[in-house]
């Protein structure tokens, strides 16, 4: 096998939470024309099937219709689902229609997150409970529901996005930054315990993107500047700069890796 055949998913189901917007959108992307099936999610239906159809269409084969029948009747290409990852029951619920409808699960892409700042008494719990209950708990609700059948199977790319807050700090922070430090350590228990089964666990640390998350920060040219300041390439990242790392996660070229942070952040974490 050739190195670039490596980075090929074709034959693979990938799930991608959060895949309707933002660095969700842009792996679900890549991961599609890296010849993986995708399902991706999202909270609302209809952003989810907007997504997908978009994905669909933009693919060389038309064959990645949203919606296309293959084998037996499967679901082949791109297709939208409603799910709240914080919710134990409908994380469950989805990871189980992807299997039945698509055939299998191979890639787990656990990318849904949401961000609340603010100086901490100036927080509500409610809040901090919020960003903990989609960052963290999302990620463990649909690794759990997968693990029967990654398990059986033995094998599966788990690929969870973190941040570079999972290892350095900022500021009126404290929702976001204790709920991705919990994403790299859950990734690296996993990793350990998933790796008897052939299934990789990894995480990867994206810095600042210009994300729909991000705009308050983008349009604020203080606090603007003072991340182009940190960050040795001088620029926040473009969307597209995401997929090629999640191909190498999600492919046989990563398959001696597991339990990996890695940061994607024009070397922010460098300083």
Known sequence: MSVLDKFKLTGRVALVTGGNRGLGRQMAQALAEAGAQVALTSREQERADLAAGEIAGSLPDAGGARDGGGAAGRLTGVRGYACDVSDT??????????????????????????????????????????????????????????????????????????????????????????????????????????????????????????????????????????????????????????GGLAVFLASDASSYMTGAGITIDGGWTVH
């Open 89 to 242: 029951e409908q994380s469950a619920q989805v990871v189980q229609r992807v299997i039945e409808e698509f055939g299998g699960l191979h890639i787990l892409v656990n990318n849904a997150g949401i961000n609340i700042r603010g100086p901490i008494e100036e927080l509500e719990p409610e809040e901090f409970q919020r960003v903990i209950a989609t960052n963290t708990t999302g990620v463990w609700n649909i690794c759990r529901a997968a693990a029967t059948h990654l398990k059986a199977q033995r094998y599966g790319r788990v690929i969870n996005v973190g941040s570079t807050l999972s290892i350095i700090a900022l500021p009126e922070r404290t929702p976001y930054a204790s709920s991705k430090g919990a994403v790299w350590q859950m990734t690296r228990a996993l990793a350990l315990e998933w790796a008897p089964y052939d299934i990789t666990v990894n995480a990867m640390l994206p810095g600042p993107f210009a994300t729909e998350m991000n705009t308050p920060l983008k349009e604020d040219p203080v606090e603007y500047s003072k991340f182009i300041a940190r960050i040795p390439l001088g620029r926040w990242g473009d969307l597209d700069e995401i």
